[in-house]
Nanobody
């Protein structure tokens, strides 16, 4: 069993920054890719970014490239999503999840999910 817990969400003005944290615990996490998704009210959950655990590869949705950065601290079993130049359209609940296989951008490629953290960007 794997548990994921997000934190760091909040309210920020447009143009501001937030840093989200995803702490993983439970069964061995070696070689596990971790991703961030988000879901706005009335919309589908969408891929934001992912990072491989043992390597250095990262993946981003086009709409966050250049603004968001994903990184990980393996010693702390933590994945961080640094979000800069936030826009009102970034408002959503952000989830982290453990990848089990398949395309990194597909929700079905992830098997364990956290409860989410709310990010609200005011205009």
């Amino acid at each position: 069993q794997v548990q994921l817990e997000e934190s760091g969400g909040g309210l920020v003005q447009a143009g501001g920054s937030l840093r989200l944290f995803c702490v993983l615990s439970g069964r061995t996490l070696n070689q596990s890719t971790v991703g961030w998704f988000r879901q706005a009210p009335g919309k589908e959950r969408e891929f934001v970014a992912a990072t491989t655990w043992g390597g250095s590869a990262t993946y981003y949705a086009d709409f966050v490239k250049g603004r968001f950065t994903i990184s990980r601290d393996n010693a702390k079993n933590t994945v961080v999503l640094q979000m800069n130049s936030l826009k009102p359209e970034d408002t959503a609940v952000y989830y982290c999840a453990k990848h089990r296989g398949g395309s990194y951008s597909y929700r079905s490629s992830y098997d364990y999910w956290g409860q989410g953290t709310q990010v609200t960007v005011s205009s």
